[in-house]
């Protein structure tokens, strides 16, 4: 991200004051970034404040996203108030997978104004048109393997870890702004007493002697990470969207799950001695770090390790769920998917967690949804990919 022009790049004047669009410059405009929606969502019971801190992160140098990708971010500001935030980005990955001349936007909040909304795309729309972009699709924070969509149902219950939250507005406010849907993704809650149908469970009875579950091997962790990514990676190369894990991408997320996770959040099943199917649960840090504010110091870093280690999350999330395209429309398909899955529900059971979110599922996975519902979930919160041409 190079050093932007710090003038306003937009004004307008309305009867509540001049409403600026600023590039995000430096220290103090990164914070006005990351502090915005304690303020758009200080009065909805149901979210919760990430930690600025992994926040600061994510948007820094150190992300491997931008190993690959270019962004600008701005900020909306009225008079003295930060009231809207947004983020652009084209990814090469996705250019050179797509060749569809793709950019997102990210990271969207604002106040309830059409004028807010309608300044902040069309920032982001004119700096993606200047690098050749003809067609803008989000939110992504930052790619497809981030945080995806907008939530356009379910906005009662908390997000789970590592999934966004959103104002009733937000999405017909983005409409306004000549946006379509592209694509839903769905949420589904699962509790970890359920049982697949006893049709499924025969069947994976039957392969008892060809699949064999194990948890994650930790003495060979790095080999074990990239059998993970390999795996991820073919089962979902024929999805919408899709843009491949890098190995870098990889390495920083299982330094995160090696100090998250028990080795048997991690299950991998194996056909004939191959690795051919996996999930991963994570306990839901948001309900750890529900009263944290979005602070690790003073004291909430004291908190937070003591509820994951003493009075564990009562809630997780399977974020990662694959099974290799060989299989996919074969009758192990749906068997191995049922097996990683409840290869989870004893550890997690353990655990105390009695309930997991299993998402995101695209909407026109029939096959997914369909074994899930099939074991009892039941989808309970949608979030919405838009796109517009450019």
Not at 73 to 87: E, F, K, P
Not at 215 to 237: C, G
Not at 253 to 274: H, K, Y
Request: charged share 30%.
């Amino acid at each position: 991200m190079t050093a932007p022009d710090r003038r306003a790049l937009t004004t307008s004047r309305t009867q509540s004051g001049t409403l600026r669009i600023e590039p995000v410059d430096g220290r103090r405009g990164l914070a006005r970034f990351l502090r915005l929606p304690h303020a758009i969502y200080r009065d909805d019971p149901a979210w919760i404040a990430p930690l600025i801190l992994e926040r600061r992160e994510h948007l820094s140098r150190k992300n491997p996203y931008f190993e690959h990708a270019e962004w600008r971010a701005w900020i909306a500001r009225r008079g003295t108030r930060t009231v809207g935030r947004i983020t652009a980005q084209v990814d090469r990955l996705h250019l050179e997978r797509h060749r569809d001349a793709t950019g997102f936007f990210g990271m969207i909040e604002a106040e309830d104004r059409a004028e807010t909304f309608q300044a902040l795309l069309d920032t982001a729309e004119q700096w993606l048109r200047a690098q050749g972009m003809r067609r803008v699709r989000g939110p992504f924070s930052f790619s497809i393997n981030d945080e995806s969509g907008l939530l356009v149902e379910g906005f009662e219950t908390p997000p789970m870890v590592m999934m966004g939250h959103a104002r009733r507005y937000y999405g017909p406010r983005v409409e306004a702004c000549g946006y379509a849907k592209a694509m839903d993704l769905l949420a589904y809650r699962l509790t970890t007493e359920a049982e697949a149908p006893a049709a499924l469970r025969a069947l994976a009875a039957r392969l008892d002697k060809r699949v064999q579950v194990r948890p994650l091997r930790r003495r060979d962790f790095a080999r074990e990470i990239e059998t993970l990514r390999d795996i991820f990676n073919d089962a979902w190369s024929e999805n919408w969207g899709f843009i491949p894990f890098t190995p870098a991408e990889f390495e920083e997320l299982g330094r995160n799950l090696r100090l998250l996770l028990d080795d048997d959040f991690i299950q991998i099943a194996e056909v004939d001695g191959r690795p051919a199917a996996m999930a991963v649960a994570l306990p839901n840090l948001n309900e750890a770090a529900r009263d944290l504010n979005g602070r690790l110091l003073p004291l909430g870093w004291l908190k937070l390790l003591w509820r994951l280690k003493v009075r564990f999350p009562s809630s997780g999330r399977v974020p990662l769920l694959g099974v290799r395209k060989c299989y996919q429309n074969s009758l192990l398909g749906p068997a191995l998917a049922y097996m990683v899955i409840d290869g989870l529900a004893a550890p997690v059971r353990r655990r105390g967690i009695g309930m997991m979110e299993l998402s995101w599922i695209l909407e026109t996975n029939r096959r997914m949804r369909a074994i899930l519902e099939d074991m009892g979930a039941s989808a309970y919160k949608r979030y919405r990919v838009y796109e517009k041409t450019l």
